[in-house]
């Protein structure tokens, strides 16, 4: 129907057929075919037709009125979508863990605005299950994830983007609160804090395996969706909570935040696209953030 539409449009404003049919390159009675097939389609005639050859009618302007928005989205998508195939458009968009942007990300995507210029970046703050939904269904090109959601992406490429330690939050007055360092094994009478399978899904499997090999199994009294309940739940409860050492030492009023000891406690910040050749950008973004 595009096509016939551009036809209407284009014999209105060129006021002849014959000179409709040379600018669009198609032959006359092709044309001529557009307008009747359109014709019979809306069920009114857009044409007048007699010895002086063809006028709008009034409802012929008023289609052309109506889809004329349409017709211009249409045309600026199409340039859009060759644009990006030929690189002099694109648009990316990054899925990230909001604790891990400001130390990795950010930085990465500053070198890679001066590599692509004209990139337009889409940054999405999302969870670990998120990103993974949007990125099978093609709502990102590059997701931020850890390696226990990571885990559930065979079917993507995959790099570690950092590996980082393992810290413990604390209420204040906890023993161990003012200590540089601390051993796992030290928490193993400690109530601990999860998190929401449905949100980070793998998290508690691996706080679980790590609290294996400091000879204990931990006792979760609540699972969270985010850093902010897990935060309030460890004041709260009087809890701790393990987490990726991204978070610099900082540690809300009421809590403290003490690095582990164990040389084996280790979390991976990975990066996630899609198999196969990707848009330079994200192929770009992936090799910055994995440097």
């Known amino acids: 129907m595009l096509e016939r539409l551009r036809s209407l449009a284009v014999v209105i404003e060129e006021g002849s057929v014959n000179r409709a049919a040379r600018r669009l390159g198609v032959a006359q ?34 289609v052309r009125d109506t889809f004329a928005p ?22 990316l968009r990054v899925g990230y863990l909001g604790l891990a942007a400001s130390r990795f990300l950010n930085p990465a995507l500053a070198k890679l605005r001066r590599d692509f210029p004209g990139l337009r970046i889409l940054p999405f703050d999302l969870t670990p299950l998120e990103q993974l939904k949007a990125l099978r269904s093609g709502g990102l090109d590059v997701a931020m994830v850890g390696q226990e959601a990571g885990a559930l992406g065979e079917d993507f490429y995959r790099r570690t983007v950092a590996r980082l330690g393992v810290a413990v939050v604390l209420p204040a007055d906890h023993p161990l609160a003012g200590a540089p360092t601390a051993k796992l094994a030290a928490l193993s009478r400690d109530r601990f804090v999860g998190v ?47 987490l990726p050492d991204y978070l610099d030492g900082q540690a809300p009023a009421g809590l403290a935040y003490v690095r582990l000891a164990d040389a084996w406690a280790r979390w991976d910040l990975q990066v996630l696209r899609q198999r196969g050749k990707a848009m330079p950008a ?5 090799e910055l953030l994995g440097s």
Request: aromatic share 12%; proline share 6%; glycine share 10%.
């Open 29 to 62: 009675p092709t044309l001529s075919r557009h307008i009747q097939s359109l014709e019979q389609e809306l069920g009114a005639p857009l044409f007048e037709r007699g010895p002086w050859g063809m006028r709008p009618t009034g409802f012929g302007f008023f």
């Open 196 to 242: 929401d399978d449905d949100a980070v899904p793998g998290r508690n499997a691996w706080v679980v395996g790590l609290c294996a090999k400091a000879g204990f199994r931990p006792r979760f009294v609540a699972r969270t969706a985010n850093v902010q309940e897990t935060f309030a739940l460890v004041a709260g409860e009087g809890a701790v909570a393990l």
């Open 282 to 286: 994200a192929a770009r973004l992936v």
């Open 70 to 91: 349409l017709l211009q989205q249409y045309d600026r998508a199409r340039a859009d979508a060759f644009a990006y195939v030929q690189g002099r458009q694109q648009q």
